[in-house]
């Protein structure tokens, strides 16, 4: 018979494990992709009745599968980066809690795995995700340490996920998967870039250059107001009516344009303060204006 010290055991190694599955994986990230390939999904379905359950599911837990894969192969790679940074000295690879041999099993696990599941929704899908696992592990990874263009290619697969579930339910890419892929690609760049400015020193520390001049100056962060422009044109175009079954009504587009306008006040007050509490707010506002267009389109939609 267990006894409770061995069972308190087992359930501490579990708790363990879990834990660093979650980091391995990014689990915050991989449920925010998830999150935005859902969202592009109800964005293609004609009404709420053709909606899918079992696709659904199969997106969540093969988008979730691309994304932890990418990130367990991301920490791999840069192991002994990683160990040098405060913020990721102790992810369980650099701290040597979990073998490089192991996470490597994982991560080929997860990508095969994730994979399948979206070649079940569609070979398309599936190309897709293939695709953004081969860019972010096997190209953007390599960069961070050599260029600051890394952002650039980076932004690529970090825009598949909210044009992935247009395209899944559609099968097609087209001009709607088109511009879901580009308003996701313009706002990486404030984000990234925000992260970059307040974590400067410790991705120095690391060999990691991530802002576009390589430095805290005006010109990094008059590039970061100019994207944020971009991201708001992207955002709000669908609404005049040029982007095939993609529609926003002027009410929602309205809405964006406001949320829109104060990431771009966020972005300006980086450009004039160039402090790390402002790149700091212009993150968190970014992460809140991703996530808040996406829910105003599917409401769109469903209201319409």
């Given amino acids: 018979m267990k006894t409770a010290l061995n069972i308190s055991s087992e359930k501490t190694m579990s708790l363990s494990l879990l834990k660093d599955f979650k980091e391995m994986t990014k689990m915050g990230l991989a449920l925010s992709v998830v999150f935005s390939t859902i969202a592009g999904y109800l964005l293609a379905v004609p009404d709420l009745r053709s909606i899918n359950v079992l696709t659904v599911i199969a997106l969540s837990i093969g988008g979730y599968c691309m994304v932890g894969a990418s990130n367990a192969f991301n920490q791999i790679i840069e192991k002994d980066l990683d160990a040098k940074m405060k913020r990721t ?55 961070k340490p050599i260029t600051p263009l890394s952002v650039f290619v980076g932004a690529f697969p970090g825009a598949i996920p909210f044009m992935l579930g247009w395209v899944a339910e559609s099968n097609q890419f087209g001009i709607e998967a088109g511009t879901l ?16 400015w307040f974590l400067y020193d410790d991705y120095q520390r690391g060999g990691f250059s991530m802002l576009p001049t390589g430095k805290r100056d005006s010109k990094t962060a008059m590039q970061t107001v100019l994207y944020t422009i971009w ?11 040029l982007t095939g079954r993609l529609y926003l009504t002027p009410i ?30 212009l993150m968190l506002v970014s992460v809140t204006y991703i996530s808040l267009i996406q829910i105003i389109y599917v409401l769109d939609k469903i209201l319409r």
Avoid: C, E
């Fill in 181 to 196: 892929f580009m308003i996701q690609f313009f706002w990486q760049f404030p984000h990234f870039w925000a992260i970059g």
């Fill in 89 to 143: 000295q102790n992810r369980p690879i650099a701290s040597g809690r979990v073998k490089q041999s192991t996470a490597f099993i994982l991560a080929v696990i997860l990508t095969l795995l994730g994979l399948g599941i979206l070649y079940y929704v569609s070979p398309k899908t599936a190309m897709f995700g293939a695709i953004s696992i081969f860019l972010y592990t096997s190209v953007y990874t390599p960069l």
């Fill in 231 to 241: 991201l708001i044109i992207a955002s709000v175009f669908p609404v005049t009516g």
């Fill in 252 to 281: 929602s587009a309205g809405l964006i344009l406001l949320a829109g306008l104060w990431m771009l006040w966020a972005a300006i007050r980086l450009y004039k303060q160039k402090t790390d509490k402002a790149a700091r707010s």
